[in-house]
T-cell receptor, first 112, second 115 residues
Framework: QQPVQSPQAVILREGEDAVINCSSSKALYSVHWYRQKHGEAPVFLMILLKGGEQKGHEKISASFNEKKQQSSLYLTASQLSYSGTYFCGTPDLTGTASKLTFGTGTRLQVTL | DTEVTQTPKHLVMGMTNKKSLKCEQHMGHRAMYWYKQKAKKPPELMFVYSYEKLSINESVPSRFSPECPNSSLLNLHLHALQPEDSALYLC??????????????FGPGTRLTVT
């Protein structure tokens, strides 16, 4: 089932902060975060794993609440380059491969 | 080199045409993916190849036929497509060691229009 993200869209002025939430209806072992700029491919931001391990972008922080099956991405002191659509993704192991189900997406626009 | 390349960038095809999309990576990744993305929607998984074997087929219509000739290449053969198949087709790859920890690297996509 597809994770649900909130908010659906947010507009920020440069320098402001934002929080993007991702909620799943199933138990999670890890949560992935990607950003996709208009007309471009999704780019990996970070992975949060059960137990607190993280992997990814040094300038972006996130949290993962395994019990609540939720993750949040924290964008502080936003820059124009942060604009884009943010997707969380939840992996499922199927045999020897993984299926990544992307969330509903959050469109972020940073203005001057 | 952390690049996934896709060709062509744009493709317009009629419903009776046969065409192929190509994807290539040289990162030594052993898992490769095809996604379909409609405007303002998240990518939807179509196929997963793991160690050159088709591991996941998300009930995709047979007019889409994937092929993985070797560990670096992934093709998507298209035949008798419908206008609703028009979308951005994204290829991605990952190490294929640990699905919970492996990040995916995406190519720029092929913008497909079916007329």
């Amino acid at each position: 089932q597809q994770p649900v993200q909130s908010p659906q869209a947010v507009i920020l002025r440069e320098g402001e902060d934002a929080v993007i939430n991702c909620s799943s209806s199933k138990a999670l072992y890890s949560v992935h975060w990607y950003r996709q700029k208009h007309g471009e491919a999704p780019v990996f931001l970070m992975i949060l794993l059960k137990g607190g391990e993280q992997k990814g972008h040094e300038k972006i922080s996130a949290s993962f609440n395994e019990k609540k099956q939720q993750s949040s991405l924290y964008l502080t002191a936003s820059q124009l380059s942060y604009s884009g659509t943010y997707f969380c993704g939840t992996p499922d192991l199927t045999g020897t491969a993984s299926k990544l189900t992307f969330g509903t997406g959050t469109r972020l626009q940073v203005t001057l | 080199d952390t690049e996934v390349t896709q060709t062509p960038k744009h493709l317009v095809m009629g419903m009776t045409n046969k065409k192929s999309l190509k994807c290539e990576q040289h990162m030594g990744h052993r898992a490769m993916y095809w996604y379909k993305q409609k405007a303002k929607k998240p990518p939807e998984l179509m196929f997963v190849y793991s160690y050159e074997k088709l591991s996941i087929n998300e009930s995709v219509p047979s007019r889409f036929s994937p092929e993985c000739p070797n560990s670096s290449l992934l093709n998507l053969h298209l035949h008798a497509l419908q206008p609703e198949d028009s979308a951005l087709y994204l290829c991605a790859s990952s190490q294929g060691r640990d699905p919970y920890k492996d990040e995916q690297y995406f190519g720029p996509g092929t913008r497909l229009t079916v007329t």
